[in-house]
């Protein structure tokens, strides 16, 4: 504990008044560095209200036909509405919540009838306009609900705000009041509040939050997997073949290089979990270079000395996202192989 850090703290709380009582707003008085980077990560933007967010402002028109049905989601005032219809009914809904950064797709979240609503079109970046969302691929509506969307069940729309925001659920139910869109600083670092007090009282011995930095490449597996699914539940679960590529502790536990217990194969080993994705393939050479190189015990490469994750961790087409996801089994991917499962 660094004295002028607390000193340093309690003069910005002091400059501070009302304070929320959970969300980022709260650990950035402190952890400024973390917290300016944090919001360029796609994560803290996982969720934005409808009325916030950039793509459906940057396309105030949007349309998409399906058989006897028109979709089309409008930016009117200052709000974005969806409109369905078959010609004869019409069924028009203000959006409530955007799903997604948008990297890949973006996904909207509405209410009818006194229940949520996952919308049956996404927006895709690659075609900067609107398909069927990825679950209603192969499906057909009858009627102007269906077109419009999915019926969430309560655990259903759970899972989802629980995923993409920080704090949505609390005693098993949904918040949407209080929640904190987007990936937070408590979804990994649970709960901060008893942390933060201490520091402020100067409680040295009772300033510790669990230490994520200590854990091996199994735990960070099951902290990163709550969300991207663990080894476990695809395993047990499916789905089988190109659409798990999507759930990378999955595919990393099944490579070669994966040992529970190294530090240099875990997830953050990769990824700032602060930050944006590095996409620049050389800057990962050196993470390889942790196990694979003359002065490591992991064997070397014939073909090439540089440029590792464009061979041995190919980009897979996953059908109906327009989009393409990196294969965490780190191998030798042959040309025309089968997808490893
Ligand atoms: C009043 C200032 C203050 C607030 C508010 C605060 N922290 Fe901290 N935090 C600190 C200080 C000081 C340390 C360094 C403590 C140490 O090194 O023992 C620290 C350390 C940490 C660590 C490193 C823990 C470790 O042992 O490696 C994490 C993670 C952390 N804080 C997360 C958070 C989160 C998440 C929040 C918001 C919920 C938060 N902090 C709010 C001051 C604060
Ligand atoms: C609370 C849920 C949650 C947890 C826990 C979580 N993630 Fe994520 N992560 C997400 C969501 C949701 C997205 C999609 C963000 C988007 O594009 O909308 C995402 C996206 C990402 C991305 C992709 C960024 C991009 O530009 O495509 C990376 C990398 C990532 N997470 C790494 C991690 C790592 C590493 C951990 C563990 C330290 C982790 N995540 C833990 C929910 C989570
Ligand atoms: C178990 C956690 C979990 C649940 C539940 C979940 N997501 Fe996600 N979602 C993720 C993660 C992790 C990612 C990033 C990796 C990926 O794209 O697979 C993601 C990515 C996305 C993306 C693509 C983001 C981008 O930038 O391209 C959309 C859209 C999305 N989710 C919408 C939803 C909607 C809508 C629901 C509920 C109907 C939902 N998700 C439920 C974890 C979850
Ligand atoms: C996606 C999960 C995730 C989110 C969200 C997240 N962290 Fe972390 N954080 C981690 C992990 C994992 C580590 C350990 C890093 C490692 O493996 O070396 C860590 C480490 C830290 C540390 C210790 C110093 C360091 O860099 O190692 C601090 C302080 C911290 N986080 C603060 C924050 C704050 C503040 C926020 C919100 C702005 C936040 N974190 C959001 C996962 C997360
Ligand atoms: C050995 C390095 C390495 C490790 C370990 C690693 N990743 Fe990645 N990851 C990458 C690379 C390389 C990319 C692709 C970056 C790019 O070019 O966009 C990537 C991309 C991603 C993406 C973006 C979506 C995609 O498929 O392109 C997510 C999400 C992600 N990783 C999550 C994780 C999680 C969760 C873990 C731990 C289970 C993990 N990664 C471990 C190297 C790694
Ligand atoms: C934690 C250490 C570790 C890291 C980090 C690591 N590997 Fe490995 N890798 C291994 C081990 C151990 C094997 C098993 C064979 C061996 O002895 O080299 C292996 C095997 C391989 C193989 C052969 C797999 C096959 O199908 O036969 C390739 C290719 C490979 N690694 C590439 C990479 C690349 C590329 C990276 C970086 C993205 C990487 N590895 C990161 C430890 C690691
Ligand atoms: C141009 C594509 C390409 C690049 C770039 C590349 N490799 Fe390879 N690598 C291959 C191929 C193909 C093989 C299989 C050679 C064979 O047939 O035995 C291989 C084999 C390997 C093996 C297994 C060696 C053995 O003796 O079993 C490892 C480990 C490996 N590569 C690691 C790396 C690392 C680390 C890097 C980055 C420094 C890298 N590769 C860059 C294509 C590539």
Redesign the pocket.
């Known amino acids: 504990m660094r004295a002028g850090w607390v000193v340093l703290c309690m003069l910005l709380l002091a400059a501070t008044t009302a304070l929320p009582s959970s969300g980022d707003l709260v650990c950035a008085q402190c952890h400024r560095a973390e917290t300016a980077r944090a919001r360029e990560s796609?994560m803290a933007r996982?969720l934005v209200p409808a009325t916030q967010c950039n793509i459906l402002r940057a396309h105030p028109e949007l349309n998409f036909t399906e058989g006897i049905y028109r979709s089309s989601i409008r930016w009117e005032g200052d709000r974005s509405i969806l409109s369905v219809t078959d010609g004869r009914q019409t069924l028009t809904v203000p959006l409530l919540w955007a799903?997604?950064?948008?990297?890949?797709?973006?996904?909207y979240?509405f209410e009818h009838d006194g229940a949520l609503y996952?919308s049956r079109v996404?927006f895709y970046s690659a075609l900067n306009g609107l398909d069927l969302t990825m679950g209603a691929r192969g499906t057909a509506p009858r009627t102007i609900e269906v077109a419009a969307g999915r019926r969430?069940d309560a655990i259903?729309a759970r899972?989802?705000f629980?995923?993409?925001s920080t704090g949505a659920v609390a005693h098993r139910a949904l918040q949407l009041e209080s929640l904190v869109p987007g990936v937070g600083c408590e979804s990994c670092h649970g709960p901060g509040e008893k942390h933060a007090a201490a520091v402020r009282a100067g409680d040295a011995a009772h300033a510790g939050l669990p230490k994520l930095g200590a854990l091996d490449a199994e735990e960070m597996n099951e902290l990163c997997g709550?969300?991207?699914?663990t080894w476990q539940q695809i395993a047990l679960q499916g789905p089988l073949g190109v659409n798990n590529v999507?759930f990378q502790p999955y595919r990393l536990t099944n490579s070669k290089c994966y040992d529970p217990a190294d530090v240099r194969i875990r997830c953050t080993a990769c990824h700032d979990p602060h930050g944006p994705l590095e996409t620049n393939p050389a800057a990962y050479d050196r993470k390889c270079a942790a196990c694979h190189s003359s002065g490591a015990q992991g064997k070397t490469c014939a073909v090439a000395k540089a440029g590792c994750v464009s061979c041995h961790m190919p980009k897979v087409e996953l059908p109906g996202a327009h989009?393409r996801?990196t294969d965490h089994q780190i191998r030798i991917a042959r040309a025309g192989e089968q997808y490893p499962n």
């Open positions: 796609p996982a799903f997604g950064n948008g990297k890949a797709g973006q996904t979240v996952e996404s969430m259903g899972e989802c629980g995923c993409h709550r969300c991207h699914r999507r989009a996801f």
